[in-house]
Structure formats: C-alpha cells, structure tokens
C-alpha cells in the first residue's frame, strides 16, 4: 500500500527565515510520481512540482527548492527567505503509475510566516 | 482555457436532504477524484474512478455516491446516510497514472465546494 507522511502538523516561523517542510513516502512499486500542493486560506489546490521516481536531482524555483532522496523515501520541501505570502498548508502527495491506484496525500503541513 | 470546475462554491443543505456536487474537467483526463477536507485535517478520499463508467470507494465512502457516465464529469452525491456532511469537498483529475508515455503526469484540482448542513 502507499503510504505518505508528513510528520510537522504545524510550523511557525519568522518573515526571512528558511524552513524545510518534511514528506517521507512508502510504497514498492518502482515507477510513481511525487507532488507537492500549496492550499492558501482560499482553499483550492496550487501544483507546485512534480518529481518522477528517476529523477532524483533536485529543483530550485526561486525561492522553493526540493530535495528528493530515494534511499531514505524522501521528498523535502525548503524555503528560502520566507515571506508571509508563503502562509499556507502544504501536501506532499504519491501517483504510482501501475495497477489502479488514486493519488495519495500527506495530512498537510500548516505553515505560519510571521512578520 | 483547461481545467476543472467545481460547482457550487457554496452549498447549504437540510439534514435529511441528498445534495450533488458538480465537477467538470475539460483537460482529457482518464481520472478523477474526490476528497474530502475537515478543518484542520488532511484529504480523505471518498471515490476515485480511473476510466468511464467505473468508480472505485476510497477510504470514507460510506455516505457518498457516485457516477461517470461522461469523461469530464464526476458528480459527488452527499446522500443523508452521511452523517457528518459538513466539509470542504475537492475535485480533482490526472492522467491515466499507468500511461508510461505521458511524462507531465500532474494533478489537477478544482477550487472546492463547501458544504454546511444547516
């Protein structure tokens, strides 16, 4: 079965600082899919990368970057410089690409940026 | 321009009362989905169909109904077996996911519908 976790429910931290939102995923299949979603206060869902299972380098964008690491089954999310746009929750979330299996979500990670 | 729609934004229903939520996709995709969102918590899956007139229950199907008689639409009926209705309810669409040849494999979703039973 698949499986993803975010183990930080909720995070504070200060306008500037840097933060790492943690996802650890469980599944066998060889061949998935790994995602991350911004959920502002609006409520839909933002795509913010997607990563497939052979590709492990990792992504900046701005002021986001993504630390993919297959031997620990790990899709961390950073950060830089925070801002309180940035006030959000978060999903990591798994596509395996065999069988009949639908995405699958973390419980989300409530991020607060204080200014 | 694509994407997926989901329609009302808002829903008040009465307790007793069935009420269906739209979602409409126009990007050609194979699946779709529902969540459901508590406040608070995560997405709980209530149904996901991979392909036409074929559904499968996810994790908190009891309560709900579905159909896909159409590609791009998947209709969530909150029946009033239900008996905590009141949430935030998402849409979403993908590609098939066991399609090796399409390579920007992504999620889409719609922007929710809330419903509160009043």
């Known amino acids: 079965a698949q499986k993803v976790t975010q183990a930080q429910t909720e995070i504070s931290v200060v306008e500037k600082e840097d933060v790492t939102l943690d996802c650890v995923y469980e599944?066998?299949?060889?061949?998935?899919?790994l995602f991350w979603y911004k959920q502002p206060p609006s409520g839909e869902l933002v795509f913010l990368i997607r990563r497939n299972s052979f590709d492990e380098q990792n992504e900046i964008s701005g002021r986001y970057s993504w630390n993919f690491q297959k031997s620990t089954s790990s899709f961390n999310f950073t950060i830089t410089a925070s801002q309180v746009v940035d006030s959000a929750v978060y999903f990591c979330a798994l596509l395996i690409t065999s069988g009949n299996t639908p995405l699958v979500f973390g419980k989300g990670t409530r991020l607060s940026v204080i200014a | 321009d694509g994407g997926i729609t989901q329609s009302p934004k808002y829903l008040f229903r009465k307790e007793g009362q069935n009420v269906t939520l739209s979602c409409e996709q126009n990007l050609n995709h194979d699946a779709m989905y529902w969540y459901r969102q508590d406040p608070g918590q995560g997405l709980r899956l209530i149904y996901y169909s991979q392909i036409v007139n074929d559904f499968q229950k996810g994790d908190i199907a009891e309560g709900y109904s579905v159909s896909r008689e159409k590609k791009e639409s998947f209709p969530l009926t909150v029946t009033s077996a239900q008996k905590n209705p009141t949430a935030f309810y998402l849409c979403?669409?993908?590609?098939?996911?066991?399609?090796?040849?399409?390579?920007?494999?992504?999620?889409?979703f719609g922007q929710g519908t809330r419903l509160t039973v009043v």
């Open positions: 599944t066998r299949d060889t061949t998935y899919y």
């Open positions: 979403a669409s993908s590609t098939r996911p066991w399609d090796s040849t399409i390579l920007n494999t992504e999620a889409f």
